[in-house]
């Protein structure tokens, strides 16, 4: 593994390139707005991964809300799914403006595969957990969502 300040030799990168778990997941669109309490599918991502390797998985999100003090959960999960294992969450309290275009916290975990080597997905999910309103997640064109999943080695 290299660190900070280390050379970066070619076996180095072809390793990296080797271990390379898939490209991200770019949102351009908005999502329709949340309804009620029910947990929402956002974005996913699927890609090959190696047992026994570490990887952070990352999610980088913009939304609106339309109501001051409502609680909303941003979640990355194992699979497909809302019913996935959850594997990290933010708790988001709207105290911006509502309707202003808000900046979301990264959410991400570190995770590490398990004994075999296949294809492997993820998704971010968004639930309102107390409130009345509703938050569209938002994509631009220059203010992508991102779901990546990033290489960090083998478990150590």
């Known amino acids: 593994m290299v660190a900070s300040g280390d050379d970066v030799t070619a076996y180095d990168v072809n390793l990296a390139l080797q271990h390379n778990a898939g490209p991200s997941t770019l949102g351009t669109t908005d999502f329709t707005a949340t309804s009620g309490t029910t947990e929402k599918l956002l974005d996913t991502w699927t890609g090959t991964v190696t047992a026994g390797h570490k990887y952070k998985i990352k999610y980088v999100w913009a939304y609106q809300a339309t109501v001051l003090n409502d609680r909303f959960f941003i979640r990355i999960r194992e699979g497909l799914t809302t019913a996935g294992t959850q594997i990290a969450v933010v708790n988001k309290v709207h105290l911006e403006p509502i309707n ?32 009345t309103g509703t938050a569209t997640i938002r994509g631009f064109t220059s203010q992508q969502r991102i779901l990546s999943v990033v290489w960090l080695g083998p478990y150590a």
Not at 110 to 124: D, H, K, N
């Open 100 to 131: 202003t275009l808000v900046p979301g916290i990264p959410t991400e975990a570190e995770w590490t595969a398990s004994v075999t080597t296949a294809a492997q997905s993820f998704c971010a999910t968004i639930e309102r957990n107390n409130g």
